[in-house]
């Protein structure tokens, strides 16, 4: 296992790029497959790119927002004392690899950001508290853990065909998640998974000498504690350090928040986790200025989220306008049979992932050729729409697209957790595909 991981490590440490060039790469990419496989020419992919280049505009405030949110309330005193308790559990390397692998699975079930976040704050307090644990291989479970969340409560895809009104409605109907998200495969997809990765990140862990630590002092947050009083206390300055505009303000949050839970059970979404951080920050940071100090060190990790996505956007926008999405999808129905069918339409979704990280827009190209192949082989519809949702997130394991946040937090680049990522992309894949070939 050592062997394999080394030789992935090697392999990505000297030729995987930085995510933004990565992005550029796939761009370009694209547009020439767009020009060999479709009919468009240049001016027409061209077309199509700036065409799609806003289109994530409302994402990438919400992951920027992910980010920073979750950053802040990391790096408040009782969050601190909390994660670090909790990571307190962990007495050895193998022993912190398996925990936060088990911590990112489950937050990535409940929700997808929350598991994103959630997962990179837990293992930097680990890299604190474990000695001798490889931080790169610590990370890089933390992330691994996001690999379950289509199949888990937030999955966009079930809960799309779940919700009256949408687009393949008259085509399908409307299919129940006991039928996607709590049917059988699906639960043993999961549960194989939640077993075997982090047996599988522990097992990666490299010798002592190749062990990469990092000093527990560089992990802390740069945040200067924002006094309570200054030395001129002018109106102004009474209210930056006011613990009860704080409390004013959380409460307003919070009495919202009760009474969203109240309405719609809990259902969590990326703009619920975020206006969940976001309070709680504003909470436990305690006054307005020390809550502001937090925010501004925060922002400094969001860079690569905000001039990367319009690339992707982009890139989107020429994979569903041109058609070559659907020229992808199509080229596997052609070759599969029923009982091939949901394995190639998993590996299909796994690849136009790569291209349309996005797990709605994915399935609004995918969906109208899938679920026609699928009744005319007449095969199971839920488990069709299943396989695209399990494509759209494996993939994501050697995507950088989103592991954005999570590196932001940690303080690395893609490719000193990629190795370890394609070794987690080949296992879990084999699981998936087992699971769809099987049950």
Known sequence: ??????????????????????????????????????DNGPYQMIQHWGGG??????????????????????????FKRGLGALAGLAKSPGQAIMFVTLVALIASLIN??????IGALFA??????????????????????????HGGISG?????????????????GIIPTEHTIFATFNVVIVLAIVIVLPIINRMMMPSKEQTVTVDPVLLQDDVQAATLESQVSTPADRLENSRIVSLVTALLGFVFLFYYFESNGFRLNLDIVNFL???????????????????????????????????????????????LATVVSEAFVSISNEFTFHFLTFISAGIINIFVPSGGGQWA??????????????????????????GDAWT?????????????????????????????LVVTGTIISLGFLVL
């Open 156 to 172: 966009s895809i079930p809960l799309t065909i779940a919700t009256k009104g949408h687009f393949a409605e008259n085509m399908i």
């Open 277 to 323: 951080f976001l309070f709680l920050g504003i909470l436990f940071h305690g006054t307005p200025k020390q809550f502001l100090a937090a925010v501004a060190n925060a922002v400094k990790g969001a860079s690569g989220i905000i001039i990367q996505f319009p690339f992707y956007a982009g890139i989107m926008g020429m994979m569903t306008t041109s058609g």
């Open 365 to 390: 190209v995918q969906a109208p050729v899938m679920l026609e192949a699928a009744k005319a082989m007449d095969v199971s519809i839920p488990k069709t729409a299943m396989a695209v949702a399990w």
């Open 53 to 78: 280049f806003w289109g994530l505009l409302t994402f990438t405030m919400q992951m920027v927002l992910v980010l920073v949110t979750g950053h802040v309330l990391a790096s408040s005193a009782i």
């Open 124 to 149: 930097k307090e680990l890299a604190k508290k474990v000695e001798n644990v490889d931080y790169r291989l610590l990370i890089a479970s933390a992330y691994t853990g996001f690999v379950v969340w």
């Open 396 to 424: 994501n394991l050697i995507q950088p697209f989103w592991a954005l946040p999570a590196l932001a937090i940690a303080g690395l680049k893609a490719r000193d957790i990629m190795g370890y990522c394609v070794l987690a």
């Open 1 to 38: 296992m050592r062997v394999i991981v080394s030789f992935f490590n090697r392999v990505m440490q000297r030729y995987l790029p930085d995510p933004f060039l990565f992005v550029i790469i796939l761009t370009l990419v694209v547009f020439l497959l767009g020009l060999i496989f479709t």
């Open 112 to 117: 997808w950001g929350f598991g994103l976040v």
